[in-house]
């Protein structure tokens, strides 16, 4: 389940008062490429990382005003839920299907590599929210699976891990 947020620092301390955690935090993500609706956008983004059981929650803060679907849903003064993800370990054939039944690409782009990739399909008038599909093949889906390990039991130390000196 994907936020979209303006302040990430303070949606993590409201999910942290809810019992969701550990966050893992990334102030700079850095992708291989992204594209937006079809070209190329130079956008920035913070994310945090924990789960809730089986459940991942993902908060995006856009750090520059690049277009994407973040800024999009942002700038239409929405702020929360933005979109679902679906996990996959045939990122091509998803990627394909989806294509093939006519939804089309927001934004994309690919983190790590080839097996990183991930696909935004602007599906919110038919399902109220974008859907996301997410290659899981590779080092990022052995990233979530850790994640869902070490929020399983989580004692509640080191509630925000990774980039905690670049909050401010």
Do not use: C
């Amino acid at each position: 389940m994907g936020y979209v947020v303006r302040d990430i620092n303070a949606e993590m301390q409201r999910w942290l008062a809810q019992g969701i955690g550990p966050w893992f935090y990334v102030h700079d993500v850095e992708t291989d490429y992204f594209t937006y609706r079809g070209s190329d956008s130079p956008m920035k983004m913070s994310v945090a990382l924990a789960n809730s059981g089986d459940v991942q929650i993902e908060l995006i803060q856009p750090r520059n005003d690049a277009p994407s679907l973040y800024r999009e849903f942002l700038d239409s003064g929405r702020e929360g839920l933005q979109h679902i993800a679906y996990w996959t370990d045939d990122y091509q054939a998803l990627y394909d299907k989806a294509l093939a039944s006519g939804y089309q690409v927001g934004h994309e782009g690919s983190i790590g590599g080839d097996l990183g990739r991930f696909a935004y399909f602007d599906t919110e008038k038919t399902f109220g929210h974008i859907i996301e599909i997410s290659d899981i093949s590779g080092p990022k889906g052995q990233f979530f699976r850790y994640i869902r390990e070490v929020a399983a039991t989580w004692d509640g130390s080191e509630p925000i891990r990774g980039d905690v000196d670049k909050l401010a």
